[in-house]
């Protein structure tokens, strides 16, 4: 085969820069540390590479999301912290006002006291995070979802839901717990009662102790004289009654034109308590033996579960032959001895919601920790891939130069020569 100067020349060029290309290649690796400066050059790496880039973002992501939930969980615990030290102080108050020796103006300087807590606790229940959303609101986070009425009730604006984030590709945690479940579901007794409503029950306690009692005894001899203040609708009442023969449970179902139950129930009690009836509504209890005594008590009217501020329906107890109130015996939801209970509902409540609250925090640990072994390892993952070997690649650069070079003095000298030259 017949190989001419100019072939020669052609195929030496390709071959330097087929040896230029690599060095420059070799170069952009040293120079970037990249071990794939071009997907063409090794486009299965290179795939896999793009791949893992998505998943350490995703888990950013979700470690970022993550922050947000301690974040979250964190302002609660504080918040909750907050609301069960205040819910403690209640409790204090009220043994302290729970006694014979304090005074009226006393309870109502605890009632002040009670109000500003109120207050503190609507303040707390609205509370929000670092971007100014709402904790209790559920998934509603825009606006405060705990609001005070005109008649200084609270209601709950907010929905049934709890905000959560994605903190894995299957596992999203809450940020939060229900504003509904913590502030407005106490249980007590069976029945759910909201903080503010307990609240309100103590301040009214506090304020209608010297006004209203829940147990009244007297003697008979010149008979007993009451009358119920019952609604114009039909309700329920029921009251111990104890005479001459014994106790009893009186109950009927009655309103502000009739008493006609409870007249037929105390009758047939065999309490040895006769009862009549007044065309004014006015009942007269009657019973043998001057000095046998009535007592009522255990006053339960339907529909009142916490105190009132003004109670409209009582049990008037009248000075025999007047119109004179002797006293006025309330629902047993009016008793300061009543809210004790209430308050340690409250207390244990907030507690409980306090308790998931920190189950939550030690969830999200546990799943920063995942997160962070998930991110070590695709980092690695990616640094093998992309990372470039510099030693090795400086080495075969070094091989190259050396290797061009001679090649360069080579391709010199040969085609410095004739035809002549190897004929001489």
């Known amino acids: 085969m017949t190989i001419s100067t100019r072939l ?105 006291e009670v109000l500003r807590i109120k207050e503190t606790l609507l303040s707390m229940a609205n509370s929000t995070d670092s971007a100014g959303d709402a904790l209790y609101g559920g998934f509603s986070t825009e606006e405060s979802p705990f609001k005070e009425q005109l008649d200084g009730t609270v209601k709950y604006y907010g929905d049934g839901g709890e905000h959560r984030l994605s903190v894995s590709e299957s596992v999203k945690l809450p940020t939060s717990l229900n504003g509904s479940n913590v502030f407005m579901e106490i249980d007590v007794q069976g029945k759910n009662k909201s903080v503010f409503e307990l609240l309100d029950s103590l301040a009214n306690a506090l304020f209608t102790t010297d006004s209203f009692s829940q147990v009244h005894t007297g003697g008979i001899g010149a008979d007993v004289s009451i009358k119920f203040n019952a609604s114009r609708a039909q309700q329920e009442w029921s009251f111990k009654l104890t005479g001459p023969s014994g106790s009893a449970v009186i109950s009927g179902s009655i309103n502000s034109e009739s008493s006609a139950e409870i007249v037929t129930a105390i009758n047939n009690s065999g309490t040895g308590i006769t009862a009549s009836v007044s065309t004014n509504g006015v009942v007269t209890l009657t019973g043998a033996g001057a000095d046998e005594t009535i007592a009522i008590s255990e006053v339960s ?54 308790t998931k609250v920190g189950a939550r925090l030690n969830n999200a640990e546990v799943q920063e920790s995942v997160l962070e072994s998930r ?29 061009r070079d001679a090649a360069r003095q080579t391709y010199t000298t040969v085609s410095n020569k004739s035809l002549f030259d190897f004929l001489s």
């Open 8 to 112: 020669f020349s052609l195929q030496m060029l390709d071959q330097f820069k087929e040896i230029e290309g690599r060095l420059q290649g070799l170069q952009t690796q040293i120079g970037t540390g990249n071990r794939i400066p071009q997907s063409s050059e090794q486009p299965m790496d290179a795939v896999t590479l793009s791949a893992r880039r998505e998943l350490e973002s995703n888990i950013s992501q979700y470690q970022k999301n993550l922050r947000k939930v301690n974040d979250r969980l964190g302002l609660v615990d504080t918040t909750l912290e907050e609301c069960v030290n205040m819910a403690i102080r209640l409790k204090e108050l009220h043994v302290a006002s729970n006694t014979s020796t304090t005074t009226q103006s006393e309870r109502l300087a605890a009632r002040e």
């Open 301 to 354: 009217i339907e529909d009142y579960d916490i105190a009132q501020m003004e109670p409209d329906h009582y049990i008037s107890v009248y000075e025999p032959g007047t119109n004179t109130i002797l006293q006025k015996i309330s629902d047993q939801s009016q008793s300061l001895d009543v809210q004790g209970g209430q308050l340690q509902s409250l207390i244990t409540g907030l507690a409980v919601s306090r």
């Open 375 to 403: 991110m070590i390892a695709i980092k690695t993952e990616i640094g093998n891939l992309q990372d470039a070997d510099i030693e090795t690649l400086i080495t075969e650069l070094q091989t190259i130069l050396v290797n």
